[in-house]
């Protein structure tokens, strides 16, 4: 590959990867991505992905390919493997041969099953969050090639990881956001649509407001029923009989 070719490729590998920052995507997409860019910019064979959360559950395992995926998928399920070492411990890998006594040590059943897929040595490269200084999850990056990966392209690793680390942390504030914004916006019209049937109750039953929403409040934890159904209800002339009697 010329100098000018593989300049333009991390160049397109970044502007990849910080696109999130002004577009709403799934945070698989951007694992998805980086996975990709370090297949197609490092000498590996394949890449994946562990994302946590501060507790240590793993939320998110994404890889290069369904092979990859299932192994990174087989690591969690028995508890190691590269990735989770670096979740775990917070301690990464610079490299790792797998075919070697040491990695079946420290991992007797990830290795046969990596070593099974052709993939000869492994290393592992933290997504930092950098305001905290906490690891949010583990890139690790696979290959069958004799020779290991150097620093330049270890740093590469790092910094398009800690590219897309930004990118997940940004999708995952923005879902937060939207969250709150719906639960409030759920809040304000609930509460709009109790104090409609309050006055409603109160004018039509010749009580005060505050009588009415004692009718509604008993009516409803005597059936078990959200407030603001039953406030529905009484807009709708469903329950407004019923609640005449209040001991209903």
Not at 54 to 67: C, L, N
Not at 127 to 133: A, E, K, M, S, V
Not at 137 to 155: F, K
């Amino acid at each position: 590959m010329s100098e000018r070719r593989r300049e333009e490729r991390l160049a397109s590998a970044f502007v990849d990867l910080a696109a999130p920052l002004t577009r709403e995507v799934s945070v698989t997409d951007v694992l998805r991505t980086l996975t990709e860019h370090c297949v197609d910019l490092l000498d590996v064979s394949a890449a994946g992905v562990l994302l946590n959360v501060p507790h240590g559950q793993v939320v998110e395992v994404v890889a290069s390919d369904e092979y990859t995926h299932a192994l990174e998928l087989f690591g969690l399920e028995c508890d190691e493997g590269p990735c989770r070492d670096l979740c775990h411990s917070q301690s990464h890998v610079s490299e790792l041969r797998l075919d070697v006594e040491a990695a079946c040590v420290r991992w007797p059943r990830f290795t046969p099953r990596a070593l099974l897929l052709g993939f000869t040595s492994v290393a592992t490269v933290p997504l930092r969050c950098q305001d905290t200084g906490t690891v949010a999850g583990a890139l690790s990056l696979l290959h069958d090639l004799p020779r290991p990966l150097d620093d330049t392209q270890l740093r590469l690793a790092q910094a398009l990881a800690d590219t897309a680390t930004i990118c997940v942390i940004r999708q995952q504030m923005m879902h937060r956001q939207k969250t709150q914004i719906a639960q409030l916006q759920g809040s304000l019209e609930s509460r709009i649509v109790i104090e409609q049937a309050k006055g409603y109750l109160s004018s039509s039953r010749g009580c005060s407001t505050d009588q009415a929403f004692t009718r509604m409040r008993t009516y409803a934890r005597n059936r078990r029923l959200k407030l603001s159904d039953v406030a529905h209800q009484v807009l709708n002339g469903a329950v407004a009989d019923t609640l005449l009697d209040p001991e209903r």
